[in-house]
């Protein structure tokens, strides 16, 4: 006959493990959501920062006098 081997848990260690389960997926999705703000703040700053650098492009394209070919006619 074959001896099975039987693993005996004590009721306060199974407890323990337990938590330890629910705190590290918790831990894992801060970690994922800080790294998600990060990035949208930074994605964020970034379109910010280019629709000043278009809008100032705009006015100076625009705010030009009169070009050569228009002042003759």
Same mark, same amino acid.
């Given at each position: 006959?074959?001896?099975?081997?039987?693993?005996?848990?004590?009721?306060?260690?199974?407890?323990?493990?337990?938590?330890?389960?629910? %705190?590290?997926?918790?831990?894992?999705?801060?970690?994922?959501?800080?790294?998600?703000?990060?990035?949208?703040?930074?994605?964020?700053?970034? %379109?910010?920062?280019?629709?000043?650098?278009?809008?100032?492009?705009?006015?100076?394209?625009?705010? %030009?006098?009169? %070009?050569?070919?228009?002042?003759?006619?």
């Amino acid at each position: 006959m074959k001896k099975l081997k039987v693993k005996v848990i004590k009721k306060g260690a199974a407890e323990a493990s337990s938590e330890r389960k629910i %705190q590290q997926p918790t831990k894992a999705r801060d970690a994922a959501r800080d790294a998600v703000k990060t990035v949208t703040n930074w994605v964020n700053d970034f %379109q910010s920062r280019k629709r000043e650098e278009t809008y100032i492009a705009f006015e100076k394209l625009f705010a %030009q006098g009169p %070009q050569a070919s228009e002042g003759q006619a």
